[in-house]
Nanobody, 130 residues
Framework: QVHLVESGGGLVQTGASLRLSCTVS???????????MGWFRQAPGKEREFVAA????????FYGDSVKGRFTISRDSTANTVYLQMNSLKPEDTAVYYC????????????????????WGQGTQVTVSS
């Protein structure tokens, strides 16, 4: 069974940086088996939005248009953790951030869909003040 735990959220000012962590148990990120991990976010009153994802095959990474150039997704196989480095934060980045995992390697378009992922963390709140 896969278990995901996010951490690292908080309250910051516009322009600040935060690093979110998603620690995985029940799977080993150093495996050669295919998998994908994603970050999504949901602001109050809005639908869940794709933020970033990576897949085991080739180590490819992908980003939502609203975070390209500011956010970076990465993996530490030793720590079995995926990170989301968020720089130049804006008030519109305020949301609950969720990590997600799937035991298969997707095409790019699938990585941006919530229904591709089978396992989700509980979320961590990020608030950016203006």
């Amino acid at each position: 069974q896969v278990h995901l735990v996010e951490s690292g959220g908080g309250l910051v000012q516009t322009g600040a940086s935060l690093r979110l962590s998603c620690t995985v148990s029940g799977r080993t990120l150093s495996t050669n088996s295919p998998y994908a991990m994603g970050w999504f976010r949901q602001a109050p009153g809005k639908e869940r939005e794709f933020v970033a994802a990576l897949r085991r095959r080739g180590g490819s990474t992908f980003y939502g248009d609203s975070v390209k150039g500011r956010f970076t997704i990465s993996r530490d196989s030793t720590a079995n953790t995926v990170y989301l480095q968020m720089n130049s934060l804006k008030p519109e980045d305020t949301a609950v951030y969720y990590c997600a995992y799937a035991d298969r390697s997707p095409i790019v378009s699938a990585m941006q869909r919530e229904d591709f992922y089978d396992n989700w963390g509980q979320g961590t709140q990020v608030t950016v003040s203006s």
